[in-house]
């Protein structure tokens, strides 16, 4: 299966897995951004990309910057659309009590490839019953 990729920035690295069986490919910045504590900005990675039919691509947050720099990708996952074809872009937010430095070829996030299921919707007027019912948010206890 390929992902096609366009690059829009000469400075901008293809999407690439670190090691064999990873699920997400890595995604790069392409400028240097610095992010205050407590502030969200969009970080742009230069690329372009037409999915296979019937997939998506979910932009995560990579564990190292989370874990020590509280750096994360704030709409996790990030959900982007078969069809959208504009340049990707994530949204950090950041944390931490102090500033963090984005720069250019950075890895930011990690992207990974996912099957779309296709649905019908269909009103009804009863849901089938269940053991769990509408037990939910924290109904199982701690």
């Not at 999407?15 to 990873?22: K, L, M, Q, T």
């Not at 950075?106 to 019912?133: D, F, S, W, Y």
């Not at 509408?134 to 206890?141: K, P, Q």
Request: hydrophobic share 35%.
């Amino acid at each position: 299966m390929n992902l096609k990729v366009q690059k829009t920035n000469k400075l901008a690295k293809l999407p690439e897995y670190a090691h064999i069986g990873d699920a997400g490919m890595d995604l790069y910045s392409v400028e240097d951004k610095i992010i205050q504590p407590g502030k969200t900005t969009l970080i742009h990675t230069g690329i372009k990309i037409e999915l296979p039919k019937d997939t998506e691509a979910q932009i995560r947050p990579r564990s190292g910057l989370a874990l020590k720099h509280s750096i994360t990708v704030l709409n996790t996952p990030g959900t982007i659309d078969e069809g959208y074809r504009g340049e990707i872009g994530i949204i950090l937010i950041n944390h931490s009590k102090e500033d963090f430095k984005v720069e250019k070829g950075m890895r930011i996030a990690q992207m990974v490839i996912k099957p779309v299921l296709r649905v019908n919707v269909v009103e009804v007027e009863r849901l089938t019953g269940t053991e769990r019912g509408n037990g939910g948010f924290g109904s199982t206890g701690v």
